[in-house]
């Protein structure tokens, strides 16, 4: 069980409570994790800046990098969350599934960015050359691969703070990964 509370509106600096009228405007709610930000005068606002920063990256091709980090980094909130965005970004939960696996059958490319992202979380940073070569060999740019790295490290944020603070999931539960024991 938690030990930290999700802030309400009421609980946050003023800075904060902006964003949070920001949020339910948007989406219609304060995403759990994004209000744990706001125990900081400074995280959330950060957070967003970073999160929302341009990048070569579209939206979909971001979500295959933030399942397959989230996967490696087990964080059931992030894996909700982007279970729930990537199928508003066109997969399906088969695909969502194997996103997380590191690995998309249905797209070349995807599966490049795919491997890349976990191998990166996986060896913390120590990526394989032939992942890189693999990732670069489908048409990714050194450009994308700097931005992937950076996603890598904005999804593994949240997904840590998830570890930690173990906030409430919000978003519909994501469907459990198989796994087949050697």
Avoid at 77 to 103: D, P, V, W
Wanted: glycine share 4%; net charge negative; aromatic share 8%.
């Amino acid at each position: 069980m938690s030990t930290f509370n999700v802030p309400t509106r009421e609980e946050v600096s003023a800075n904060n409570q902006a964003i949070f009228d920001n949020l339910e405007n948007a989406l219609g709610f304060v995403p759990n994790l994004y209000a744990t930000y706001a125990h900081s005068e400074n995280a959330l606002t950060n957070y967003l800046a970073l999160s929302n920063a341009k990048t070569s990256l579209n939206a979909k091709q971001k979500e295959v990098v933030n399942l397959a980090v989230s996967q490696v980094n087990n964080c059931t909130y992030c894996l909700a969350a982007h279970t729930a965005i990537g199928k508003m970004n066109g997969f399906t939960e088969e695909q969502i599934l194997e996103l997380r696996n590191g690995e998309a059958s249905f797209d070349e490319k995807l599966d490049a960015l795919a491997r890349l992202a976990k191998n990166i979380t996986e060896n913390r940073g120590a990526t394989d050359a032939t992942v890189v070569e693999n990732f670069l060999s489908q048409g990714w740019t050194k450009e994308n691969l700097v931005d992937t790295i950076v996603l890598v490290g904005d999804k593994t944020i949240s997904n840590y703070l998830h570890k930690t603070t173990n906030v409430a999931i919000d978003f519909p539960e994501a469907q459990a990964l198989e796994t087949t024991e050697v």
